[in-house]
């Protein structure tokens, strides 16, 4: 669960930290596009190396590595799933690359924007509040959701559970223990915030104001921009010179 | 014999800038009953989970038996050191009372032949008896409580951390976790109570340890700590409800006889009321 650390909004004055939820949101979607789009070591490895740049700017790169600890398990995955489907080792590398560029193209979104930023972003584009609210709640309560696995992980280790002991169907049998409690919360916790959000009137007004408008400044053009020559160029790599 | 013994202990969470416990220092002996008191933040729960080897030491050391808790898997330090969490339901999984109890003493490897004879001792000890086959998810506060209690104590730790005990509990739901404290007290094992509930800790306590922003500011007998007024008001806490009264009567040993005479008060105070 530590690779969740990647997608916690830490709150911090940098230039990616102050643009607009909506051109970072394009950005975003954008470099997952062409995560997906490439099969190249290569395109995958420059594709890497910008997303370090933009977590540098956001000064998040530490959070951003201890995060990669918590991928070990999902890279493990996908070489023993490869080796056993008649996968080579060179396509594990590329869809472990993938799945970091993947995770990073959210990472650093994630990371430098407030849920309240995003859901405000979403209103804006239209989208139904109750869609936008269910999404920055969701966004929210993450690092709670975090918090309560290690305390259930902490008290049934305390009860003599030993998560690496055992074959594969052992391990994933002594999952149980942690993620029944921790589903029972989760919904438990659902009916309590449904309930709360009823008695203050939610979704008792159709027409909803802000009171925080979202602006596009110079900074997000710019962002806006080098989004449309990242597609282009992608494109041209693909269509033009054939790049798998 | 010491049980538990902590030296110059430092703990600072992984991208935390400070530390949350600095310099603590202390040592429970076998059959001790010790409450860890301090303000919401103190570091209480912090310095628990250093005590059963959930957190490791940042610096100096946290030994068991004379064994460092480093060279300890948490298994092997819960089988002496049970710890029981401030919210039952992080522990819950089984679909009944009894499998709850069952799940500590196989991870434990106790023979099952002998397994339903702990449950059933367990449960009549705790009275729990008529749950057995009851979803622990259903039972009430005071009962989930006990049921994590039991469900530790079934396979007889040396030592019990207990974490918040009275959390969210009314008056008879704690009378009832106080007795099972108190009865496990008499057995001769040590009971380390984690509260900012001082009435609770003074009815079970011998000795307190009271924590202040990650370190110790006083460890000794739980009265005199708590009849300081200078250390209660530096800790956030106040005084235990026996020790005023005992002030103010000059009557001495009530929490001998504390049931009775809280029995006697709550009367005292629905005559007065009504």
Known sequence: MSFLRAFKYRRKDTVVHRLDPRSKFLLSVVLMMVSIMFADIRVLLVLISGQLILLFLAKSLGEWFSSLRGLVFFFAVIFITQLLFGGTFYTGIVLSLRLVALSSSMSWFFLSSTPEDIGRAMSVAGLPIELTFSFTMAIRFIPVIYDEFQSIYDTQRSRGLELEKGGFRDRIRNLMPILIPLLVGTIRRTYEIADAMEVRAFGASPKRTTYKPLKLKSGDYIVCIASAILVVSALALKMVYGVE | ???????????????????????????????????????????????????????????????????????????????????????????????????EIRFGLRNFGFPEETIDKIIQEVLSVFGLEEYRGKNPFQLSGGEKKRLAIASIMAWRPEALIVDEPTIGMDYAQKMNIRRVLRRIVSEGRCVIVITHDVDFAATICERAIILSRGEVIGDGRLRELLSDDELVEKASLRKPFIIELEEETGLTGLEEDFDILSSILMEVFQKCRS
Do not use: C, W
Request: charge should be neutral; charged fraction near 25%; glycine fraction near 10%.
């Open chain 2, 1 to 99: 014999m010491v049980k538990i013994a902590v030296e110059n202990l430092y703990f600072r969470y992984p991208e935390a800038a400070g530390f949350a416990l600095r310099n603590v220092s202390f040592r429970i002996e076998e059959g001790e009953s010790v409450a860890i008191l301090g303000e919401n933040g103190a570091g209480k729960t912090t310095l628990a989970k250093n005590l059963n080897g959930l957190l490791k030491p940042t610096e100096g050391s946290v030994k068991i038996d004379g064994v460092d808790t480093r060279s300890l898997s948490v298994a092997k330090i819960a089988r002496k050191i049970g710890f029981v969490n401030h919210n039952p339901e992080h522990q819950f999984f089984a679909e009944k009372v009894e499998d």
